[in-house]
């Protein structure tokens, strides 16, 4: 009986060491789950906070991008107002400046008339008539060039984005679609639609994908015989449908 029992406490005390062992292991095999676990979290985590920041700089930098361009555009609008304010000074100065020649040229006159003989103010007339001429033809002279001058700066005007085509009547539907084919052709520009009657405007909306100088290219354009600017709008004026069959 004592050997039986004493190998009945062995077995035990066997199984007892078996049994703490399995435990340990299943501890060990506990802690690394849940380190493995841990560190995925974790790396999830980093990765998660990178894509963060890179859609917050794509986004600092799509907004920097709108703010520069807005920039660049009020730049050119000021340009292109101060130019035009500067041809109208420069015209005005022109015309004040015929009218001041002309008036102390006349005062010289009534001055040598007063101590010259016939004959010389009759030179000195002659001579104020002459030079008023002069001024008065420089003057002309300026105003066309400034007008060229404005219309050079319009037809290089960039568009971006929608645009209505205003087409003045009378227009007929042959010549409306012999237009649109060839908007169609112009390289970044989509037509959009098309409305309005034979007796009222047509209306062509366009869209430009990149900056274009629109007016510059519509008048290069056979069919056109006019395009002109009014506020955000283009009008354009066809040729008769006689000319255009020559085109």
Same mark, same amino acid.
């Given at each position: 009986m004592n050997?039986k029992?004493q190998e009945a406490?062995?077995?035990?005390?066997s199984e007892?060491?078996?049994? =703490?062992k399995t435990?340990?292991?299943?501890?060990?095999a506990?802690?690394k789950t849940?380190?493995?676990?841990a560190q995925?979290?974790?790396?999830?985590?980093?990765? @998660?906070?990178r894509?963060?920041?890179? =859609?917050?700089?794509e986004a600092?930098?799509?907004? $920097?991008?709108?703010?520069?361009? $807005? $920039?660049a555009? @009020?730049?050119?609008?000021?340009?292109?107002?101060?130019i035009?304010?500067?041809?109208?000074?420069?015209?005005?100065t022109?015309?004040?400046?015929?009218?001041q020649i002309?008036?102390? *040229? =006349?005062?010289e006159?009534?001055?040598?008339a =007063?101590?010259?003989?016939?004959?010389?103010v009759?030179? @000195?007339?002659?001579?104020?008539?002459? +030079?008023?001429?002069?001024a008065? +033809?420089?003057e002309?002279?300026?105003?066309?060039?400034a007008?060229?001058?404005?219309?050079e700066?319009?037809s290089?005007?960039l568009?971006?984005?929608?645009?209505?085509?205003?087409i003045?009547p009378?227009?007929?539907?042959?010549?409306?679609?012999?237009?649109?084919?060839?908007?169609?052709?112009?390289?970044?520009?989509r037509?959009v639609l098309?409305g309005?009657?034979?007796d009222?405007?047509?209306?062509i909306v366009?869209?430009? +994908?990149q900056?274009?100088? *629109?007016?510059?290219?519509?008048?290069?354009?056979?069919i056109v015989?006019?395009?002109?600017?009014e506020g955000?709008?283009?009008?354009?004026?066809?040729?008769?449908a @006689?000319?255009?069959?020559?085109?």
């Amino acid at each position: 009986m004592n050997e039986k029992a004493q190998e009945a406490e062995v077995k035990t005390q066997s199984e007892a060491g078996l049994i =703490a062992k399995t435990g340990e292991k299943a501890e060990e095999a506990g802690d690394k789950t849940t380190r493995d676990a841990a560190q995925e979290a974790k790396r999830e985590a980093k990765e @998660a906070k990178r894509a963060a920041l890179k =859609a917050r700089k794509e986004a600092q930098l799509a907004t $920097k991008k709108v703010k520069m361009t $807005k $920039k660049a555009e @009020a730049r050119a609008r000021r340009r292109n107002e101060i130019i035009v304010r500067q041809e109208r000074k420069r015209g005005a100065t022109a015309s004040q400046g015929a009218e001041q020649i002309g008036a102390e *040229l =006349a005062e010289e006159v009534e001055l040598a008339a =007063a101590e010259t003989t016939g004959k010389e103010v009759r030179e @000195a007339k002659e001579r104020v008539r002459r +030079e008023t001429e002069e001024a008065r +033809e420089g003057e002309l002279v300026t105003e066309p060039a400034a007008k060229a001058k404005e219309a050079e700066e319009v037809s290089t005007l960039l568009y971006e984005g929608t645009i209505d085509l205003v087409i003045m009547p009378p227009v007929g539907v042959l010549q409306i679609k012999n237009l649109e084919e060839k908007l169609r052709l112009i390289q970044n520009l989509r037509v959009v639609l098309t409305g309005g009657s034979v007796d009222e405007p047509i209306r062509i909306v366009v869209s430009a +994908e990149q900056p274009i100088p *629109l007016i510059d290219v519509l008048s290069q354009i056979p069919i056109v015989d006019q395009v002109t600017k009014e506020g955000k709008e283009i009008q354009i004026l066809l040729k008769a449908a @006689a000319q255009q069959t020559l085109c």
